[in-house]
């Protein structure tokens, strides 16, 4: 099992930016062996899928609404997976979750097994 912990939320303008961390730790699982992934969920709705990146970084899977707005990377000498947000809407208003999937890709029909606590993020117009 892991730990996984984000970080970077805050209150921002529309149009801006703003960069999300997640760190993972704990013992048993090795972070280079597994996809991490981005999911958000806002006020009455459901948890949707946002960005996804492979074990090794040499893959990204973006969600339509944020393609080419949002990057996702990662650091496996630092256990970090990172979320850059340019160009920022109101409707990416949302708390923002971190998780590991138990597989080296992403697969929407693979549920990930690993999230933090989330960190919000405010949008505002």
């Known amino acids: 099992q892991v730990q996984l912990a984000e970080s970077g939320g805050g209150l921002v303008q529309a149009g801006g930016s703003l960069r999300l961390s997640c760190v993972a730790s704990g013992s048993g699982r090795t972070f280079s062996d597994y996809a991490m992934g981005w999911f958000r969920q806002a006020p009455g709705k459901e948890r949707e899928f946002v960005a996804a990146?492979?074990?090794?970084?040499?893959?990204?899977n973006y969600a339509d609404s944020v393609k080419g707005r949002f990057t996702i990377s990662r650091d496996n000498a630092k256990n970090t997976v990172d979320l850059q947000m340019n160009s920022l809407k109101p409707e990416d208003t949302a708390v923002y979750y971190c998780a590991q999937s138990d597989m080296r890709r992403y697969s929407a029909s693979r549920p990930f097994l690993y999230w933090g606590q989330g960190t919000q993020v405010t949008v505002s117009s």
């Open positions: 990146i492979s074990w090794t970084g040499g893959s990204t």
